[in-house]
């Protein structure tokens, strides 16, 4: 039995609920003081016209605390106050929701994608083994369980953050393997920073919009303005050496077969390619535009280079010419281990796009706009692209570049993981990962500050500009407007 209370303000507020004992604890009352229905009210906090209702449904109230079988909707009114924390732990078939929970916490583990259907197919599944010999009993499994269970377990809807990369189990064996063989080929020969280097291949798109950004509260539309290209892919290719040198950068660009005209930089190397990504033939090229020109390249000095084992790396023609041509040795990051032994991965590629993004944000706020006969606005030109490359890899600092090798343990004093970034220390120490699934490009999140103080000037321009980040985003809400 329900009864509304009347704010003493001038603000209506919901209806209120008494459990069963509550209503009890009152009629017992109401009987101690001989019927006086207001002295009971006021002693016990509760509304005369509550007790009135009460007394004239005492049988029912008896009948509903022995009666196990009420309605779902009579339950909800007589046991608990609606929206307490009380009503969202609640469950009719706790046994059937305990295993529930943990089978969707398993599937999370192993990064499998659970949708509300999948929830409410399993819960079926248990229930006809849990409770196959109770007829009598029903379970409608509706989508207002759904809600209910995932408010009772802390479940939610989340979009997917990124395609993560699973970090192996013997992680730690692997880590050790590699460094072994780097401490094998540094024993047979004393190379200078200068002749260690590492490169890798980012993805971008010719639209970076940010998929956050401020704006009125209470708008129910919050638009990001882009030119329709934020599905463009093109590939960037960086290099760097442990002394800090940066080598020329590589832009590969999707579905065209040739290159495009453009008064491209000299320390970019502009190439194509049908899917926009590294080939046999284009790591043939960047050997010979990028690698070639390393630090006393002309001579072919005794050198290290590491990458990870895309399968364009790992051609047999490829590794046997960086051994005959460039007199260089080849150490492949172990599969699932890219995210923190990657020196790109871990330091260079998060400021990299930072600046890029900022970059294309100031175009789109301030830049000349063109238009096509349709009246759409063209996106960024080659040219402006690979300019934009070239003056975002000059912004990352030589020293976040040869930190970076100490923080992914090319460079290393033997048992000494103190410089390692978070994660590899947790895996050199057997300590849990805080993040047992690592998005390539993400890992820069959990880089040490070590590898961003003491930064050139240069590099403290980037990280200022950086914070003008979001004053853009109130120059694209008025441009939305």
């Known amino acids: 039995m329900m009864a509304e209370v009347d704010a003493p303000s001038s603000a209506r507020k919901g209806r209120k609920s008494y459990t069963i004992q509550k209503k009890k604890e009152v009629l017992t009352r109401l009987a101690v003081l001989g019927g006086n229905i207001s002295k009971a009210a006021k002693e016990c906090g509760v509304p005369r016209s509550c007790v009135q209702d009460w007394m004239k449904g005492q049988e029912q109230i008896e009948t509903m605390q022995k009666d196990k079988q009420v309605s779902c909707r009579k339950r909800r009114k007589a046991s608990a106050v609606a929206g307490s924390d009380e009503a969202k732990r609640r469950a009719w078939f706790p046994e059937l929701e305990t295993e529930l929970s943990a089978w969707i916490d398993g599937r999370r583990a192993e990064g499998i994608t659970v949708s509300g259907r999948c929830i409410q197919h399993q819960a079926h599944k248990l229930f006809d083994e849990l409770y196959e010999k109770e007829n009598d009993v029903e379970f409608h499994c509706s989508n207002g369980w759904l809600s209910r269970f995932c408010k009772r377990h802390c479940f939610t809807s989340r979009a997917v953050t990124s395609q993560s990369q699973k970090i192996p189990s013997n992680a730690k064996e692997i880590a050790e393997e590699f460094f072994a063989f780097l401490d094998g080929k540094y024993t047979e020969y004393r190379y200078p920073l200068s002749a260690i280097g590492g490169m890798d291949e980012t993805p971008l798109y010719f639209d970076l919009p940010s998929s956050r950004t401020y704006d009125t ?32 950068s590589m832009v590969i660009f999707k579905n ?86 990657q020196p790109a991965d871990v330091s260079w590629n998060r400021p990299f796009k930072t600046s890029m993004k900022e970059k294309w944000l100031q175009w789109l706020a301030d830049g000349e706009a063109e238009y096509t006969k349709s009246g759409k606005r063209r996106s960024a030109s080659y040219e402006m692209v690979v300019n934009w490359v070239s003056q975002s890899w000059k912004e990352i600092g030589e020293d976040i570049i040869k930190k970076s090798f100490v923080a992914c343990g090319i460079l ?32 820069e999140e959990h880089t040490p500050a070590s590898l961003t103080m003491n930064a050139p000037q240069k590099t403290v321009k980037m990280m200022r500009k950086t914070k003008r980040l979001f004053q853009l985003f109130d120059i694209l809400a008025c441009l939305n407007a």
């Open 217 to 248: 509260r209470g708008v129910k539309s919050v638009k990001a303005k882009t030119t329709g290209k934020e599905k463009m892919r093109y590939t960037v290719v960086l290099a760097a050496m442990a002394d800090g040198t940066k080598l020329p």
């Open 256 to 341: 065209l077969k040739k290159i495009p005209k453009g008064r491209f930089p000299k320390d970019v190397i502009v190439q194509v390619a049908s899917k926009g990504s590294m080939t046999t033939e284009l790591m043939n090229a960047w050997k010979r535009e990028v690698w070639s020109k390393r630090p006393q390249g002309l001579f072919k000095p005794k050198s290290i280079i590491v990458y990870d084992s895309a399968t364009s790396h790992l051609q047999k023609t490829i590794l046997s010419s960086f051994g005959q041509h460039y007199s260089t040795v080849v150490a492949v990051i172990p599969g699932g281990m890219t995210p923190v032994l």
């Open 412 to 443: 290393r004093n033997e048992g000494d993981a103190a410089q390692y970034h978070p994660n590899l220390a947790a895996i050199v120490n057997d300590i849990p990962v805080v993040d047992s699934d690592l998005a390539v490009d993400t890992i």
